[in-house]
């Protein structure tokens, strides 16, 4: 009688206890996918957090650039407003008490051209500089010492001038820099070259030459010629010494 009394209500039971692990079961699920969303969310909050962190850190960056870009082309702005001195190349081969120099400058599309072309315009302006030094030197005699002397006999010194200076061999160049550009897409060499001479192998050459023509003799040795030209002519600028040549 007992035992059948028990058997009754463990069949009772049986059904309430088969419901509870099944609610058991889908809570666990339920907690489970609970903490699935809660750790997806949470991934997803730190992602965004970084991605957020990135962008402004990118922000500040970009803000970063963008300020010493602008301070940079503010520097420059500034520095363009300075004034800065500009020294060309070989400038510093001036003429000296023993040395009379020129300048000249060559531009081509190939460097020995450019080279040749510095040259030949240094040995003129080399001529042009001593031709006038020495009319005006001539002229001074003439006003000096021979009054009869004709200004169109003066003139021929500067033909005189320019042969000495280019068949003189003895020059040579005391400074040669070349410096390249582009321009409309080609390169340009451009050479800066001051060729140099004794000034007794210029001023004699010309003193003999003068000597031998009839109108532009003149009597004082080469060391007085020489010794005039130093004192009053050598360093006189070109607008002085066109003035004493047009008087």
């Keep these: 009688m007992i035992i059948g009394a028990i058997t009754i209500a463990m069949i009772a039971v049986a059904p309430t206890q088969a419901q509870t692990k099944k609610q058991k079961k889908e809570w666990k699920t339920e907690e489970a996918q609970l903490l699935h969303e809660q750790k997806m969310d949470s991934i997803r909050n730190a992602q965004k957090v970084a991605t957020?962190?990135?962008?402004?850190?990118?922000?500040?960056?970009?803000?970063?650039?963008?300020?010493?870009?602008?301070?940079?082309?503010?520097?420059?702005?500034?520095?363009?407003?300075?004034?800065?001195?500009?020294?060309?190349?070989?400038?510093?081969?001036e003429s000296t008490a023993?040395?009379?120099?020129?300048?000249?400058?060559?531009?081509?599309?190939?460097?020995?051209?450019?080279?040749e072309m510095a040259r030949s315009a240094a040995i003129e302006e080399l001529a042009s500089q001593l031709s006038t030094k020495v009319q005006a030197l001539l002229m001074n005699y003439k006003k000096s010492v021979r009054q009869n002397l004709k200004r169109e006999s003066i003139r021929r010194v500067e033909g005189l001038t320019m042969t000495s200076v280019d068949q003189n061999t003895g020059y040579r160049i005391s400074c040669r820099k070349t410096m390249t550009y582009?321009?409309?897409?080609?390169?340009?060499?451009?050479?800066?070259?001051?060729?140099?001479?004794?000034?007794?192998?210029?001023?004699?050459?010309?003193?003999?030459?003068?000597?031998?023509?009839?109108?532009?003799?003149?009597?004082?040795?080469?060391?007085?010629?020489?010794?005039?030209?130093?004192?009053?002519?050598?360093?006189?600028?070109?607008?002085?010494?066109?003035?004493?040549?047009?008087?």
Excluded at 52 to 73: L, P
Excluded at 98 to 115: K, N, T, Y
């Design 182 to 247: 582009e321009q409309n897409g080609e390169r340009i060499f451009k050479t800066y070259l001051v060729v140099e001479l004794g000034e007794d192998m210029l001023l004699k050459p010309i003193y003999d030459g003068i000597q031998k023509d009839e109108e532009l003799k003149i009597d004082q040795d080469y060391q007085a010629f020489k010794k005039e030209f130093d004192e009053h002519f050598k360093n006189k600028s070109e607008e002085a010494l066109q003035e004493i040549i047009n008087q």
């Design 52 to 93: 957020e962190k990135a962008a402004k850190a990118e922000a500040e960056r970009r803000a970063a650039e963008a300020k010493a870009e602008a301070e940079k082309k503010k520097a420059e702005a500034a520095a363009a407003l300075e004034e800065k001195e500009f020294n060309e190349p070989c400038m510093e081969f």
């Design 98 to 115: 023993s040395l009379i120099r020129a300048r000249g400058i060559g531009e081509d599309f190939e460097q020995q051209l450019s080279v």
